[in-house]
C-alpha cells in the first residue's frame, strides 16, 4: 500500500517541473538558447546589464554605451556560446571584461594622480593629532535591520554614484563584485599598497556619505 | 597610541586582507579605548556586507526601477541590426 502511494508521488512529481517552466518561457531565460537573435537580448537582458553597468560606472550615458558594447561583442563571438550557461550569464561575463578593460585603459596613467589627489580630504576628517574631527553617528545597533530600509538602499546608490568614477569602479571590483586582489592590482598596473590606499579612500568617502547624508539624519533619535 | 586616523586605515584594510601581528595589535588597543573608531568599525562592515549583498543579487536593490531608455533601446538594436546585416553580406 505504501509503495503504491509512492509510486503515484513519483509519478506526480515530474509533472511540476513542466508546470514551472511555463512563466519562464515567457519571462527571462527561454529553457533553451534558440538561434541568435539579439534584438530579443535587449529585450530580455537589457535592463539588467544596464543596471549592472549603471551601479559600477555612475553614469547613465556610459552604461549605456557599455551595454551596447557588450551584445555587439556577443554577437560577434555568438558562435562560440555554447550554450553551458544561461544566456544572462554569458552576457555578464562579457560585460565585466568590458568593465575590465575600461578600468586597464585608464590605469596606470591615472593611478599616480589618483593618489596624489585625495589625501587633503581625508585629513579634512581629522584634527592634528589624528582624532575625528567629528564623530561617527549612530547608524544602528542591529546592522540587519538596516540593510531593511529603503532608504539605506537608496542612500547606498546614491553614495556610490557620488564617488569619483575611478574610486568607485576600484571599489566596485573589490566590494561588489570580490574580484581578487591580486588580479585587480594587476588589471590596474599598481602595487598592493597603493590599492589598499586606492580602497580605503572610497571606503571612506561612501562612509562619510551614508553618514553625513544618508543615515546619520534618518536614523534620527533611534539608536538604529 | 594610534590615532584614530591610523586606526581608519586599518579597518579598512581588514576588509580586504588579513592583517599582520602588528596591526592587529595596534588596532585592538586601539578599539579597547575609543567607542567612536568600534562605531566606525561597525559600519564599515555593514557597508561592506551591503556591497556584497548588492553584487550577489547582481544589481543594487534601490535601482529596480532604472531601465533602458526607450531610445537607448532602439539604438543599441539598430546597432545590432547594423553589425548582424554587416557579417552577413
Known amino acids: 500500500m505504501f509503495r503504491i502511494e509512492m509510486a503515484l508521488f513519483a509519478k506526480r512529481w515530474p509533472v511540476v517541473p513542466s508546470v514551472r517552466r511555463i512563466p519562464m518561457s515567457e519571462g527571462r531565460e527561454p529553457p533553451q538558447p534558440a538561434a541568435a537573435d539579439p534584438e530579443r537580448w535587449v529585450d530580455d537582458h537589457g535592463d539588467y546589464l544596464f543596471r549592472y553597468a549603471r551601479a559600477r560606472l555612475g553614469s547613465v550615458e556610459l552604461a549605456e554605451d557599455l551595454v551596447q558594447e557588450t551584445l555587439l561583442a556577443a554577437l560577434q563571438s555568438v558562435d562560440r556560446f555554447a550554450g553551458q550557461s544561461t544566456e544572462r550569464t554569458w552576457l555578464t561575463r562579457i560585460l565585466k571584461n568590458k568593465l575590465v578593460d575600461r578600468l586597464r585603459r585608464g590605469g596606470r596613467v591615472q593611478a599616480a594622480s589618483d593618489l596624489g589627489d585625495d589625501s587633503d580630504w581625508v585629513d579634512s576628517l581629522y584634527d592634528r593629532g589624528g582624532h575625528w574631527k567629528t564623530p561617527p553617528g549612530r547608524w544602528g545597533t542591529d546592522p540587519v535591520a538596516v540593510l531593511q530600509h529603503r532608504e539605506f538602499w537608496s542612500a547606498f546608490e546614491r553614495c556610490l554614484m557620488n564617488l569619483p568614477d575611478r574610486l568607485r569602479s576600484v571599489l566596485s571590483q573589490r566590494l561588489l563584485d570580490q574580484v581578487p586582489a591580486p588580479k585587480v592590482c594587476e588589471d590596474l598596473g599598481i602595487s598592493a599598497n597603493n590599492l589598499w590606499t586606492l580602497l580605503h579612500r572610497a571606503r571612506l568617502r561612501l562612509w562619510h556619505c551614508l553618514d553625513r547624508d544618508g543615515l546619520g539624519p534618518l536614523s534620527g533619535g533611534r539608536q538604529v | 597610541?594610534?590615532?584614530?586616523?591610523?586606526?581608519?586605515?586599518?579597518?579598512?584594510?581588514?576588509?580586504?586582507?588579513?592583517?599582520?601581528?602588528?596591526?592587529?595589535?595596534?588596532?585592538?588597543?586601539?578599539?579597547?579605548?575609543?567607542?567612536?573608531?568600534?562605531?566606525?568599525?561597525?559600519?564599515?562592515?555593514l557597508i561592506q556586507r551591503a556591497g556584497s549583498q548588492a553584487g550577489e543579487e547582481d544589481n543594487l536593490p534601490g535601482q529596480q526601477g532604472d531601465t533602458l531608455s526607450p531610445e537607448a533601446r532602439e539604438r543599441i538594436k539598430r546597432a545590432l541590426r547594423g553589425q548582424a546585416g554587416g557579417s552577413q553580406s
Open chain 2, 1 to 45: 597610541m594610534t590615532p584614530c586616523k591610523h586606526a581608519a586605515e586599518l579597518i579598512s584594510l581588514s576588509l580586504d586582507t588579513p592583517l599582520n601581528w602588528r596591526q592587529r595589535l595596534a588596532l585592538w588597543l586601539h578599539l579597547l579605548g575609543c567607542d567612536l573608531c568600534r562605531r566606525f568599525r561597525r559600519q564599515s562592515r
